[in-house]
């Protein structure tokens, strides 16, 4: 779920519930453009004070004993270009893949031949999420940034299912599209959820993985994870109804911010413009016949999801991820508990866990200089480790992909037509 981006200021000292950067691991060292973030300026310093509080509460530390490595996230020391608060979403255009028209953001690098990053935004979002970051790590990466179906400017195709396994196959029929190397794949809330699927079931597509904040099986009942307090009362006989109607007369700008402040940790410090851009496309999406549906099937469908057992749990596709993964988290997460990050980065053979004080849910917006200093100290210097579990080495075969499991089913199940 992914509003405005705010401005950044350097995340304060010390808190109780950060991990500590972990001594580097015996054998690794620094390599060229991956480095421990020593670099002068702003950023260092943010850099610095947010590894001063650092550590595993005890029981994060419980779980990660067997991973001496996993909070070693080398730094780039690559040199970022200034953040533009001002800037515009980066241009779009439609492409055509597999019949269906999607819409995407292109940032062009600033290096010719230079590899390409795919971003994928969480619900309620679109590829205009990715404004700054993608702007940052162009100084390296071309960027794609993609409007999911029924969402941003990419209308479903008919019939469209709306379930994981269904985005998935279209960003896999994206990445085959574009006939070249494999692509560094990032991605946001659910659109963490999908590139994990993507990178099990086809690594010969995925260089490097990218998760912030993913949207792991998270079955907690707690109202701070709704946008609206209102929102349960909306499905009770009586006042379902007038509530319903309250909710329609909301102006966007008032439903922007209501998003902001459940997904990021400083509210305050989102630019008016910015937030004013966000809410322009709520209006645009409000006058559409898909918005609506395509995010309450979406939803639905990845809940469902959530409840999957056996092989086709998510818990059981992560530890087939083989390419080398980076977690990000932030600590004052509302949707998604940071609880389950040290879950989610040890489930991965190759992954590394950054956790970022005082920040929500949508990291690469609250503090996109820290995020594009670990994504590129991967890119520059993947890490692999020099074991692998053999449950990782066991491809998920892909075709045909079919629809994310439902209690039961055949392959990944089928989730049908749902709707809120």
Known sequence: MTPPQPQHPPPRSGHEALPRRASRPAGESPTPGAGSGTSSGPTAERTAKARSGFRLPNWAARRATHRPDLTWVPLSDVELPPLDLTRRPWPGRTLEVAGTRLHVRETPAETPDAPTAVYLHGLAGSASNWTDLAGLL????NGISVDLPGFGRSAPPDGFLYTPAAHVRMVVRLLESRRAEPVHLLGNSFGGLVAAIVAATRPDLVATLTLISPAVPDLRPSPDRLSDPRFPLTYLPLVGKPVRRALAAMTPLA?????????????DLVPRHRLEEFAAEMARLSRTSWAGPALGRTTM????FWLARGDRSLWRVLPRVSAPTLVIWGTEDRLMSARKAVRTATALPHGRLLMLPYTGHVAQMEQPE????????MVTAPWLPETVSSEASTRIVPEPL???PVLGGDEWGRSGGMAV
């Open 255 to 267: 439903r922007a911010e209501q998003m902001m402040r459940v997904c990021f940790a400083r509210p």
């Open 138 to 141: 162009r100084v390296r990466l």
């Open 370 to 377: 820290l995020v594009a200093k670990a994504v590129l100290g």
């Open 301 to 304: 469908a990845m809940i469902r």
């Open 402 to 404: 079919t629809d994310t």
